[in-house]
């Protein structure tokens, strides 16, 4: 069962203006990690930002903000001043919510099918 | 510059063929992990490693194997292709297995089973 919800495959955002990526999971685990990759039309993978389910505020990384609404189990980026180099496909993750459970199943990530974010002039 | 190597780039392989898909890190992280990327789908955990001599089952496992017999490399085999494992192969790595640690991603390799 997909336990990463992206809701929006793709978005349109003029360029100096925030947009804001939605992303919310599903887990019965008190600990996880949430994470925000994104990947250019190269095709690399490059980590963004990150926020453990403990973190008593929100994660901020320059231009990334990742809005945690813990009761919510929404985990959504917004990027400020959006500029054209972040046209790219936008990806939330977590780790798999029985890591905690035994050491063999640590370190399993899940991503959320992805946002496709172009940025206009 | 430090990081994880993937090779080959692509590769085009006919069905019913073995093909293994190699990864080397200088990182010295102590985790890593094969994805499959398909469109719609993000990114699908295959295998993973939490530390040299230790590999376990992700999301989707069936067809293929990995090997951990060092902390470097963290090749993935498909013993006998089929046109469905057609897809871009991620190999990552995290300094540790616990989770809390961002992965880094390889450049990615473009399969295509005929």
């Known amino acids: 069962a997909q336990k990463i919800t992206q809701t929006q495959p793709g978005m349109f955002v003029q360029e100096k203006e925030a947009v804001t990526l939605d992303c919310t999971y599903d887990?019965?685990?008190?600990?996880?990690?949430l994470f925000w990759y994104k990947q250019p039309s190269s095709g690399e993978m490059i980590f963004l930002i990150y926020?453990?389910?403990?973190?008593?505020q929100n994660a901020t990384e320059g231009r990334y903000s990742l809005n945690f609404q813990k009761a919510r189990k929404s985990a959504n980026l917004v990027i400020s001043a959006s500029q054209l180099g972040d046209s790219a496909m936008y990806f939330c993750?977590?780790?798999?919510?029985?890591?905690?459970?035994?050491?063999?199943?640590?370190?399993?990530?899940?991503f959320g099918a992805g946002t496709q974010v172009v940025v206009t002039p | 510059t430090a990081g994880i190597t993937q090779a080959p780039t692509s590769q085009i392989l006919a069905a019913g063929r073995s093909m293994t898909l190699r990864c080397t890190q200088d990182?010295?992280?102590?985790?890593m992990y094969w994805y499959r990327q398909d469109l719609g789908l993000g990114l699908r955990l295959i295998h993973y490693?939490?530390?040299?001599?230790?590999?376990g089952k992700g999301e989707v496992p069936d067809g293929y194997s990995v090997s951990r017999a060092n902390t470097d490399d963290f090749p993935l085999t498909l013993a006998s292709a089929v046109p469905s494992q057609t897809s871009v192969y991620f190999c990552?790595?995290?300094?540790?297995?616990?989770?809390?640690?961002?992965?880094?991603f390889g450049d990615g390799t473009r399969l295509s089973i005929l």
């Open positions: 926020q453990g389910s403990y973190d008593q």
């Open positions: 490693s939490n530390t040299a001599g230790t590999t």
């Open positions: 887990t019965s685990d008190p600990s996880y990690g």
């Open positions: 990552a790595s995290s300094e540790t297995g616990d989770g809390n640690q961002p992965q880094h």
């Open positions: 990182m010295r992280h102590n985790a």
């Open positions: 993750a977590m780790r798999d919510p029985w890591g905690l459970m035994t050491t063999d199943s640590w370190g399993k990530f899940q």
